[in-house]
């Protein structure tokens, strides 16, 4: 815990504002990345944010963010967030501003030139008026359109091209076009004699406005990490010197003792010492059912107290709760990029260089062999290509369905810590289950009393209990919780004594009173006839019977198990339903495995295996060309969670072992391990649709632009179509993305 805590001081997250494409994010991590003590940064495009680690100083983070074209803050704290919205509202607002400003001058100017309420150029008075109209809509530009100059201005420093180059090179070609065709009009066709001064500045606006709507629309996707940061309450009532108190969060110790009355949220992590309550826990762990809490058990930060009060003991506290950890679990998820994510960086790193090539071509091909005079089809076409390829959602396509996918396995009570996980869980051919806490509750209890004729279960069950509450067998606890529920008086026990591997005796109301296996029976000379049929039955069902006998004669037995999980059985049907082969590996003896098999439904069994061998049974599966899913508690199965595919680690409250699978089941049933297989494979078809539709948009796209359908249909796409289509492509991609909150 305390490197942990280590690492999370080394790492800083910057809000950042003003990226706009893929290109961006290289930017942004390159200038971060050359800061002196940086050892790694990423930055998420999708909620705009950075992760760096290393020794490094907070304000030459924001200085290198800056000298890069972008402005940035430090994200500190739990409450974060509501900082970064403010930022974010802000920026909307002045996108939306900006939008309003270039359309009040474009609109007029478009409707204007379509009705001929302007004088041509190359007259005296065109030449007067679009003069004018040309330093306005080079004013506009700069109001509306400064942040993509200043962006393509930074780039071309660091050598680098991204969408704000394309912005650039397109509107401003288009506004120096514009401004020579008021005097060099005589040498344009006459299709081109016009000043394309509204498609400078209507581009503008389509773009501020498709970014404040992606903005406003990306915003949904933050929705699960600012659900989890809204649970933890503000301040908390605690109890110092006999008085109760309430106080900021921030201000409570290890170990104070904290009073939660009925209705109050949890505000850190601890165990019940007096009272009684039951907790919703369902934005943790996906489970509405509300969990009972007695003296002894845990309860966590976040959580809703029912109708009870209790007073609780501090155990964990700021970011060491467990809420502070599924936040980092969630965020470090959804800012890390699996496979396919790697390869669409990779293609937009080369995309804008390309685009400025193909924009370079169609302008020399239409200067050559375009219809007379062509300079003006040259410069329209080349202009059209910049804009419309703007690859915005491109960028968008993968991260923002990661992002929108881990937070909704976050509120389904699952935790994905890394994004390759999130790709691979729905490419699972066999999953492989650990038996105990993973098939089966991992608590074992009374499963049957059996009792010979003349006397009743009851009291074969109080008597065991009065020996075991003297014990300290691992079993004792089951028949003590059973004989609790039965409201059974106990009775007192003289002369106890344990026989370690046989049982536990005594004398109770001066009768001698024996509770343990049948060796130890038969090594006491006590007859057990009339149980034999019964312990062959529990011997084929795999449970532990344990046998009563009263001054040596056998009166009954206790048959306690580990029951499967009341889930178990269907969650192996379901995964079945989905293609997957399902294997339980346990270190439990044969009979045992095969019974908790036979009752969950799982058809292959390999018993007896250490938990360092299996990690060796997930290997040889893989050998055989299996994509591994290994389920298991996190903790003796880690070497077999590691060397799996995808490692589910199965997890409940505090105890939770969040570093040792690649995803995490906040409680204990396999049914999520269903549902993350089913998210998986949703999110992988919804990026690909993304990248589908931002790739075929394109492709498109920039033929039509660069003029494809003239010879053949005279057609050519107007630069304001073109500003519009790939604004409405980036708001596209993140609804497309925002669908898979309904999974």
């Given at each position: 815990?305390?490197?942990?805590?280590?690492?999370?001081?080394?790492?800083?997250?910057?809000?950042?504002?003003?990226m706009?494409?893929?290109?961006?994010?290289?930017?942004?991590?390159?200038?971060?990345?050359?800061?002196?003590?940086?050892?790694?940064?990423?930055?998420?495009?999708?909620?705009?944010?950075?992760?760096?680690?290393?020794?490094?100083?907070?304000?030459?983070?924001?200085?290198?963010?800056r000298?890069?074209?972008?402005?940035?803050?430090?994200?500190?704290?739990?409450?974060?967030?509501g900082?970064?919205?403010?930022?974010?509202?802000?920026?909307?607002?002045?996108?939306?501003?900006?939008?309003?400003?270039?359309?009040?001058?474009?609109?007029?100017?478009?409707?204007?030139?379509?009705?001929?309420?302007?004088?041509?150029?190359?007259?005296?008075?065109?030449s007067?008026?679009?003069?004018?109209?040309s330093?306005?809509?080079?004013?506009?530009?700069?109001?509306a359109?400064?942040?993509?100059?200043?962006g393509?201005?930074?780039?071309?420093?660091?050598?680098?091209?991204?969408?704000d180059?394309?912005?650039?090179?397109g509107?401003g070609?288009g506004?120096?076009?514009?401004?020579?065709?008021?005097?060099?009009?005589?040498?344009?066709?006459?299709?081109?004699?016009h000043?394309?001064?509204?498609a400078?500045?209507?581009?503008?606006?389509?773009?501020?406005?498709?970014?404040?709507?992606?903005?406003?629309?990306?915003?949904?996707?933050?929705?699960?990490?600012?659900?989890?940061?809204?649970?933890?309450?503000?301040?908390?009532?605690?109890?110092?010197?006999?008085?109760?108190?309430?106080?900021?969060?921030?201000?409570?110790?290890?170990?104070?003792?904290?009073?939660?009355r009925?209705?109050?949220?949890?505000?850190?992590?601890?165990?019940v010492?007096?009272?009684?309550?039951?907790?919703?826990?369902?934005?943790?762990?996906?489970?509405?059912?509300?969990v009972?809490?007695?003296p002894?058990?845990?309860?966590?930060?976040?959580?809703?107290?029912?109708?009870?009060?209790?007073?609780?003991?501090?155990?964990?506290?700021?970011r060491?709760?467990?809420?502070?950890?599924?936040?980092?679990?969630?965020?470090?998820?959804?800012?890390?990029?699996?496979?396919?994510?790697?390869?669409?960086?990779k293609?937009?790193?080369?995309?804008?260089?390309?685009?400025?090539?193909?924009?370079?071509?169609?302008?020399?091909?239409?200067?050559?062999?375009?219809?007379?005079?062509?300079?003006?089809?040259?410069?329209?076409?080349?202009?059209?290509?910049?804009?419309?390829?703007?690859?915005?959602?491109?960028?968008?396509?993968?991260?923002?369905?990661?992002?929108?996918?881990?937070?909704?396995?976050?509120?389904?009570?699952?935790?994905?810590?890394?994004?390759?996980?999130?790709?691979?869980?729905?490419?699972?051919?066999?999953?492989?289950?650990?038996?105990?806490?993973?098939?089966?509750?991992?608590?074992?209890?009374?499963?049957?009393?059996?009792?010979?004729?003349?006397?009743?279960?009851?009291?074969?069950?109080?008597?065991?209990?009065?020996?075991?509450?003297?014990?300290?067998?691992?079993?004792?606890?089951?028949?003590?919780?059973?004989?609790?529920?039965?409201?059974?008086?106990?009775?007192?026990?003289?002369?106890?004594?344990?026989?370690?591997?046989?049982?536990?005796?005594?004398?109770?109301?001066?009768?001698?009173i024996?509770?343990?296996?049948?060796?130890f029976?038969?090594?006491?000379?006590?007859?057990?006839?009339?149980?034999?049929?019964?312990?062959?039955?529990?011997?084929?069902?795999?449970?532990?019977?344990m046998?009563?006998?009263?001054?040596?004669?056998g009166?009954?037995?206790?048959?306690?198990?580990?029951?499967?999980?009341?889930?178990?059985?269907?969650a192996?049907?379901?995964?079945?339903?989905?293609?997957?082969?399902?294997?339980?590996?346990?270190?439990?003896?044969?009979?045992?495995?095969?019974?908790?098999?036979?009752?969950?439904?799982?058809?292959?069994?390999?018993?007896q295996?250490?938990?360092?061998?299996?990690?060796?049974v997930?290997?040889?599966?893989?050998?055989?060309?299996?994509?591994?899913?290994m389920?298991?508690?996190?903790?003796?199965?880690?070497?077999a969670?590691?060397?799996?595919?995808?490692?589910?680690a199965?997890?409940?409250?505090?105890?939770?072992?969040?570093?040792?699978?690649?995803?995490?089941?906040?409680?204990?049933?396999?049914?999520?391990?269903?549902?993350?297989?089913?998210?998986?494979?949703?999110?992988?078809?919804n990026?690909?649709?993304n990248?589908?539709?931002?790739?075929?948009?394109?492709?498109?796209?920039?033929?039509?632009?660069?003029?494809?359908?003239?010879?053949?249909?005279?057609?050519?796409l107007?630069?304001?179509?073109?500003?519009?289509?790939?604004?409405?492509?980036s708001v596209?991609?993140?609804?497309?993305?925002?669908?898979?909150?309904?999974?």
């Amino acid at each position: 815990m305390n490197g942990e805590m280590q690492d999370q001081a080394k790492t800083l997250r910057l809000s950042v504002l003003g990226m706009r494409c893929a290109g961006c994010v290289s930017a942004v991590e390159g200038a971060l990345r050359a800061v002196p003590g940086v050892t790694a940064a990423d930055v998420n495009f999708a909620d705009h944010t950075a992760t760096v680690r290393g020794e490094t100083d907070p304000e030459a983070l924001k200085k290198a963010v800056r000298e890069a074209g972008f402005d940035a803050a430090i994200m500190e704290g739990l409450d974060e967030l509501g900082g970064q919205e403010e930022q974010e509202e802000a920026r909307y607002r002045t996108l939306l501003n900006k939008s309003k400003v270039a359309a009040a001058l474009g609109v007029p100017l478009m409707l204007g030139a379509h009705l001929g309420w302007f004088p041509d150029l190359g007259t005296a008075a065109g030449s007067r008026f679009w003069f004018l109209i040309s330093l306005l809509t080079l004013g506009v530009m700069y109001y509306a359109g400064g942040h993509f100059y200043n962006g393509a201005i930074q780039s071309f420093k660091l050598r680098q091209a991204n969408m704000d180059t394309l912005i650039a090179l397109g509107t401003g070609a288009g506004w120096f076009y514009s401004t020579l065709a008021i005097d060099v009009s005589d040498i344009l066709p006459a299709d081109a004699k016009h000043a394309y001064f509204e498609a400078a500045v209507i581009i503008l606006a389509f773009l501020n406005l498709g970014s404040a709507l992606e903005m406003k629309a990306r915003g949904k996707t933050s929705s699960a990490i600012r659900q989890l940061i809204g649970l933890q309450p503000r301040t908390a009532r605690v109890v110092r010197e006999g008085q109760e108190i309430d106080l900021p969060i921030a201000d409570i110790g290890l170990d104070e003792t904290l009073r939660v009355r009925p209705g109050e949220k949890i505000a850190v992590d601890g165990v019940v010492l007096e009272g009684h309550s039951s907790i919703d826990e369902s934005m943790l762990t996906g489970e509405s059912i509300p969990v009972e809490k007695n003296p002894g058990d845990e309860v966590i930060a976040g959580t809703i107290n029912g109708n009870g009060s209790f007073l609780f003991q501090a155990k964990h506290i700021g970011r060491d709760t467990l809420l502070a950890h599924i936040i980092a679990s969630v965020r470090q998820a959804q800012a890390s990029k699996p496979e396919i994510a790697r390869l669409v960086d990779k293609v937009a790193a080369v995309f804008v260089p390309v685009v400025v090539a193909i924009s370079a071509l169609t302008f020399l091909v239409w200067l050559v062999f375009g219809p007379t005079p062509a300079l003006g089809y040259a410069f329209v076409t080349a202009m059209t290509v910049l804009v419309i390829a703007c690859p915005c959602a491109l960028g968008l396509a993968t991260p923002i369905s990661i992002m929108v996918a881990v937070g909704r396995a976050a509120q389904k009570g699952i935790l994905i810590r890394k994004g390759d996980a999130l790709q691979a869980a729905g490419k699972l051919s066999c999953v492989v289950l650990d038996k105990t806490g993973t098939v089966t509750e991992g608590k074992p209890s009374v499963a049957s009393v059996t009792a010979v004729s003349g006397w009743t279960a009851d009291e074969v069950l109080r008597l065991a209990g009065s020996l075991e509450a003297g014990s300290e067998h691992p079993l004792a606890g089951a028949i003590l919780t059973e004989a609790g529920k039965r409201e059974l008086g106990l009775n007192t026990v003289e002369d106890f004594q344990a026989v370690a591997g046989r049982g536990v005796m005594g004398r109770i109301e001066e009768r001698s009173i024996r509770l343990g296996n049948r060796a130890f029976m038969d090594e006491s000379g006590i007859d057990c006839a009339e149980l034999a049929e019964r312990l062959a039955e529990l011997a084929q069902q795999g449970q532990t019977p344990m046998l009563l006998s009263v001054d040596g004669f056998g009166v009954g037995l206790i048959a306690v198990a580990d029951p499967i999980k009341t889930d178990s059985a269907e969650a192996v049907i379901r995964l079945r339903d989905l293609g997957v082969r399902v294997l339980m590996v346990t270190g439990d003896n044969e009979v045992t495995a095969k019974a908790i098999a036979r009752q969950a439904g799982i058809a292959e069994v390999r018993a007896q295996v250490l938990p360092q061998d299996k990690a060796a049974v997930v290997k040889e599966l893989q050998l055989r060309g299996e994509v591994v899913g290994m389920v298991g508690d996190g903790i003796n199965d880690a070497p077999a969670l590691a060397q799996a595919n995808v490692g589910f680690a199965i997890g409940t409250g505090t105890d939770i072992a969040i570093e040792s699978g690649d995803v995490v089941i906040m409680r204990g049933s396999l049914l999520k391990v269903v549902e993350a297989m089913n998210l998986s494979r949703a999110t992988v078809k919804n990026i690909k649709q993304n990248l589908f539709g931002a790739f075929i948009y394109n492709t498109l796209s920039i033929p039509s632009a660069a003029g494809l359908l003239y010879p053949a249909f005279g057609l050519l796409l107007n630069p304001m179509i073109a500003g519009a289509a790939m604004a409405l492509s980036s708001v596209t991609v993140v609804s497309n993305a925002n669908r898979l909150r309904s999974q």
